[in-house]
């Protein structure tokens, strides 16, 4: 990679962008009601890679556009990402206490409460790409298409539906593949698109390289979880080791192997860079992020 | 009322028509995942007066409009309603068992597929709204911040979370009546307005005069529903009778008294056929719902 910083500071720069964007549209925890609120800004405000902001505004970039019209768009993605990990974390679902070191939101406030939180975050992604106003109609529809699209039940939502009737039952590497491509893939192709659309409003074969990028990044993030799963250091996962296996839900590492997971990584990672061989330095972004994904420690 | 069918008639027409839609439009509960979309279908198709599509469709009608074209946007708008029902009924929030005589979702499925359950209606909301062809991407835009804005922190989301709050608390009539105004008279308020945008896309004086006439409506029909939660009939109702106020929720005929509420009733629905009175009979069908609204047994 020949960019002029790495793509962890991509990442930190990205990161730092999106963050203060979400603080400063995010309404205030004095707004009423104002524990929904404060529910609200504390399920989105805790942290987190960026990722899928990240990915937005990379995109963008690739495709030659100005990351400052992205940032409202990635914002969008990353509350949909938040609202899904706060009722992802409800007792019902996978009953974690634990997200990014910190307490999740039902068990910081309550569990009715964060069921709201994650409904108003979600409504909130809309009424945000609805509003951002330096895109055309057109493309603000596009937008709101492809993002309801991927977070509905034929994308995460129904990505969840099957990881939950997954636990303990015997899966395929296709079922899980499937599972996968609609729980956190299809946000991650969404994160992406929505970028290219700020930059190119018709979507061209340069929209499809970056969703084959993107679909072959959401696989390679999701074998890196596996396998940081079975090795990771809690105090940097900031959640339970082997939380995952142990509930025995099915993982790559499990079907594959670990070693079988850690080369399906790296050939993830080759379709992920052969799919920006087109594009000239201006997807550097794009690809110290698929770097980023499949090394990544966290 | 002039118009050449009842009020009673005008509704299950709308009915009959959303019904329709919803059953056509809804992924079939054989898609997969199959769970998660048996219980979408179970939780938005079984009954319910559709009085809010019929706002949407009269309101339209009221405006010159086709209501055809208000199909789509009227089933958006069912589908908040219907994912808002979902989650109220959960456990850790309302904790109900029956709606419409039939066991909740989660009672009927799980709660996980409950909560999935919401969250995939309301995305889908957003989804048909966007992709709702015969409308010009501007009017879609609106519609779709129109109900965004409706359905969340400062809307109906907003309004549940301080209903929540208010339990077993003493409140005043004027929280009481912000409780309502967001918890269902925002998404009252967004069906007429989303009939208005489909047929004269640029707000005006009439848009005015319907969003004043929802206001109204949306308080009446909550007063309605106190009493009726008073007086109702469970065979009717399909619910506890009194699980209100067996809960010490407030309510308006514990503020005001029967009698104080049912005058409050009276003077709403004289407010709503004034907010009228510069339509022709192309209004009769919101004038009838009005009087369906404080009239209706369950």
Redesign the interface.
Known sequence: MTALFSAEEFLEYCAALTDAALARRL?AASA??E???AA?RYGVLGGGKRLRPALCLAATKALGGDPAVAVVPACAVELIHA??LI?DD?P??DDDELRRGRPTTHIAY????A??A???L???A??W???QGNL???V??AM??TL??A?????M??G???D??AVGQQVTLAQLEQMHRQKTGALIEASVSLGALTAVPEPDLRHQALASYAAALGLAFQVQDDLLDIEGDTSIMGKTQGSDSARSKPTYPVLMGKDGARRYLNQLLATCQQHLAGFGPEADPLRGMAEFVVTRRY
């Open positions: 309404p009423l009601p524990r929904l609120h609200m609202y899904s009722h409800l019902a679902m309550d569990e009715a409460t069921i709201l994650g409904d108003a979600q409504a909130m809309f009424e790409l609805a509003e055309s109609a057109e603000r529809l709101v298409q309801a699209r977070s509905g039940s034929q994308g939502v129904g969840q539906a099957i939950l009737a």
